[in-house]
């Protein structure tokens, strides 16, 4: 059994299961060891010859070994059913409870832990403390009770025999003991290397396009090979050291039945007495019997220390999951009932946690409610940097982020969060229908309003030409699209929420100048009267907004309309050229 702040509340919540398992485990305990007794008697009475002169003896006997092969099936099921039950149960308790708190963690948090680590601590860690509450309360249950009802009839039956099993079997618990400490260890590494393969794999499906496309596939193969031997070797050095336990003990408990027969042979010829019965045939294979019923429990104990040993090693690793401190929180919110789209930045600075310098310095500026506003600038100037503060990805000081004219810091994070409509750079789809990933903001959207939002974002005769339309099921991260596809339909997915402020990440990059025209155009007759900002690269996105900011290096440069900074932004009129340039020339190619 295991201990511990994330489950010990297990223990209480289903403290009858527990109960009713654990009384049907120790009834069947008891019951078993009734076996011998009655062959016992069958043997000494065939030997004397008085059992077939008393032939109801032998059908109460056998009445009797039914009632208990009765006891122990229904038992057996009974402590299968609710022990094991529990386990499956707190299993999947315990996995709600590590998704729950991984769906609050931040983003630094994912930037700082690799997918595949993650996902072994809701596999293989989780399975690996299921067994312990299941299988390890079953065998702490039979160690106590089996083991000590075996016992205790063995020094009734015989004390000397008893005494002779005890010395070798405390080896059994020595060794267990040393053993179990070093497997311990060897399991935590071998965990680690699985991390690391399971991480690996997860990043090549991932990426398998661009393996393809750089023709990488044996290079790859080649380190997945090295990480694979290596999660072998790990395996196999922990096997190892479980396959030592198991043939030490194998080979104390055939010493100790060869023990028992000689010297219980000898007692038995030479018809020694012991608590004023006789010693004969019958009572030396009730003793045996006795001896291989209280093999499973010191067994037990020897797995039951491995198991546990394998248990605290994955519940360390998944309490430090669950004891990561949540970043993002609200303390004494404001209650807000709606917001209208202004926001202002003060003087911002700010560096990433994992940072030494700032990524954004000085930042100020005003968006009024109902404005229009580009945000351009060089690769890494902090464009995205940013949004992420406006959606609360990262804290930052007090009296910084202003929205609707309250501190950011002082507002609900969901409230900020649900008052935003934003289509990310990477464009992640879900693995579902292009109609669920458009309606994702909601449990379930209008066909109507799907349609309606995927025509404004220029993208519903694309999906018409597909064969189940808005019921098409995508792959991976949206494999199915195109890029310039999978941007529209994260814009689609944005707009159907027709929130106070919308924010694009160079959400057009990937589409045509036709369809970016026929975009813009409808956002504008869309979104009059509502916050909208995008951040791009090409001024044709932004050269009609109410009002551009141009950033440089975490700073801004400029801020105006498209002819003010025409006339007064170095930087800018450098974009415009260069983009005029490009242009002519990839008009030129295609005449």
Not at 412 to 419: D, G, L, W, Y
Not at 457 to 476: C, P, Q, R, S, W
Request: net charge negative.
């Amino acid at each position: 059994m295991l201990f511990g702040k994330h489950v010990n509340k297990f223990y209480l919540k289903y403290f009858w299961f527990f109960l009713f398992g654990i009384i049907a485990l120790v009834l069947v305990d008891y019951f078993q060891l009734e076996i011998p007794v009655i062959c016992r008697n069958i043997i000494n009475g065939v030997q004397d010859g008085t059992l077939f002169d008393h032939t109801e003896k032998l059908a109460k006997y056998m009445k009797y070994l039914a009632f208990i092969a009765f006891v122990m099936f229904a038992g057996r099921f009974s402590w299968r059913y609710c022990v094991f039950g529990v386990g499956a149960r707190i299993e999947g308790d315990l996995r709600e409870d590590m998704f729950i708190h991984a769906e609050r963690l931040s983003n630094q948090y994912y930037k700082e832990h690799k997918t595949g680590a993650l996902m072994a601590l809701f596999t293989n860690d989780l399975q690996t403390i299921r067994q312990c509450f299941a299988s390890g309360t079953v065998m702490l249950i039979d160690a106590v009770f089996l083991g000590g009802f075996a016992l205790y009839r063995m020094f009734v039956c015989n004390w000397i025999l008893a005494c002779l099993c005890l010395i070798p079997m405390s080896l059994i618990a020595v060794v267990a003991v040393i053993v179990g400490r070093v497997m311990e260890q060897k399991f935590k590494v071998r965990q680690e290397a699985y991390d690391s393969l399971s991480d690996f794999a997860q990043e090549n499906f991932s990426g398998i396009s661009v393996i393809k496309a750089f023709v990488k596939e044996i290079n790859e193969i080649r380190h997945f090979d090295r990480l694979n031997q290596n999660n072998y070797d790990k395996n196999i050095d922990y096997v190892r050291y479980a396959t030592i336990l198991t043939v030490l003990l194998n080979a104390i408990i055939s010493s100790i039945i060869a023990i028992l027969f000689g010297v219980g042979a000898y007692f038995a010829v030479n018809g020694s007495m012991f608590n004023g019965h006789r010693f004969g045939g019958g009572e030396l294979f009730e003793f045996v019997e006795y001896f291989n019923a209280l093999v499973w429990p010191f067994m037990a104990v020897a797995q039951l220390i491995n198991m546990r040993a394998q248990a605290k090693a994955s519940y360390k690793r998944i309490a430090e999951l669950l004891e990561e401190n949540v970043d993002i929180q609200d303390v004494n919110p404001i209650q807000v009932d709606e917001i209208y789209g202004k926001i202002e930045f003060k003087n911002l600075h700010f560096k990433y946690p994992d940072g030494s310098n700032d990524v954004l310095n000085d930042i100020s500026f005003v968006i009024e409610a109902g404005e229009t506003v580009g945000i351009i600038g060089p690769t890494g100037c902090g464009k995205t940097t940013v949004v992420d503060l406006l959606l609360r990805t990262y804290n930052v000081e007090n009296g910084q982020i202003y929205i609707d004219d309250m501190d950011i810091m002082n507002l609900p994070f969901k409230k900020v969060r649900e008052s935003i409509g934003y289509v990310p750079q990477d464009n992640f789809l879900f693995s579902d229908t292009i109609a669920n990933n458009i309606a994702f903001a909601y449990e379930e959207a209008d066909s109507e309003k799907v349609e309606e939002a995927a025509r404004i974002a220029d993208v519903h005769n694309n999906i018409m030409e597909f064969n189940d339309k808005y019921e098409t099921i995508l792959g991976e991260r949206g494999v199915t699209l195109s890029g310039g596809q999978k941007q529209r339909v994260s814009i689609a997915r944005a707009l159907i929420k027709n929130p106070p402020i919308l924010i694009f990440d160079d959400s057009v990059s990937a589409v045509d100048t036709k369809t970016e025209e026929t975009i813009l155009t409808n956002l504008r007759n869309l979104r009059k009267g509502k916050t909208t900002i995008m951040i791009a690269h090409r001024i044709s996105t932004v050269e009609d907004l109410d009002k551009i900011i141009v950033m440089n290096a975490g700073r801004i440069v400029g801020i105006g309309t498209h002819n003010s900074l025409m006339e007064k932004n170095e930087l800018y009129r450098e974009m415009v050229r260069l983009q005029s340039l490009e242009k002519a020339v990839e008009g030129g190619e295609e005449e």
